[in-house]
């Protein structure tokens, strides 16, 4: 059983072009979240999604991010005119239960966005 | 607000040693608490989780003790090895949305 998917691994994009970042869950998993770490930070909430659905996006910024999970394929994060401040690692994870959260999100390893 | 308070920011300890990584939170609707163990370049990946009708929960040399009264929980690595070096994050879910600690850099020196 494949874990969860992410890629790319690493993109560099100049300031003003757009970064889509993709995450496949794991088989089985309808829920999922994108987190951005920034280098020696911890990981910060920015989107829960099920499929076709934005559960919580209280997280992310209101212009600029985008983020959907389609009935078929997989979550897309998407950044439209990134800056530099838009450098971070993005995680997604994915969990196959509702409810109160009881169960155990399970990461990618990450997608790496460099803004020149 | 930070839901999930977590110290020391990073630790030293030498190999044998004990590291201990504290958390404190304040919303008692939490009831699940997990940590988070990540190595450099890789995602985090659960590692020990504890709910608060238990005060203590031990899986190899990973202990989590838990206090309800005080809101606080920690994890305690027993003979720390140098393997063991890695960033450490506490979270606790509410509503489906974990909310994490700031994480600990635990270096186990040789």
């Known amino acids: 059983n494949a874990g969860v998917m992410q890629n790319p691994r690493h993109l560099v994009r100049r300031r003003g072009q757009e970064a889509r970042l993709r995450c496949s869950p794991m088989k089985g998993h309808s829920h999922v979240y994108w987190y951005r770490q920034l280098p020696e930070e911890g990981l910060k909430f920015m989107v829960y999604l099920q499929k076709e659905n934005i559960i919580d996006e209280s997280g992310m910024p209101k212009e600029r991010f985008s983020a959907e999970f389609p009935k078929e394929g997989p979550s897309i994060l998407r950044i439209q005119q990134v800056v530099r401040g838009d450098s971070a690692a993005y995680f997604c994870?994915?969990?196959?239960?509702?409810?109160?959260?009881?169960?155990?999100?399970?990461f990618g390893e990450g997608s790496r966005l460099t803004v020149l | 607000q930070q839901q999930v308070k977590q110290s020391p920011q990073s630790l030293i300890v030498q190999k044998g040693g004990i590291s201990i990584i504290n958390c404190a939170y304040e919303?008692?609707?939490?009831?699940?608490f997990p940590w988070y163990q990540q190595f450099p370049g890789k995602g985090p990946a659960l590692l020990i989780a504890?709910?608060?009708?238990?005060s203590e929960k031990k899986e190899g040399r990973f202990t989590i003790s838990f206090n309800k009264s005080a809101k606080q929980f920690s994890l305690h690595i027993m003979d720390s090895q140098p393997g063991d070096s890695a960033t450490y994050f506490c979270a606790a879910p509410l509503f489906n949305k974990f909310y994490f600690g700031s994480g600990t850099k635990l270096n186990v020196k040789p």
């Open positions: 994870a994915s969990s196959p239960f509702h409810g109160q959260g009881h169960g155990e999100l399970f």
């Open positions: 919303n008692t609707a939490f009831d699940y």
């Open positions: 504890i709910r608060p009708d238990v």
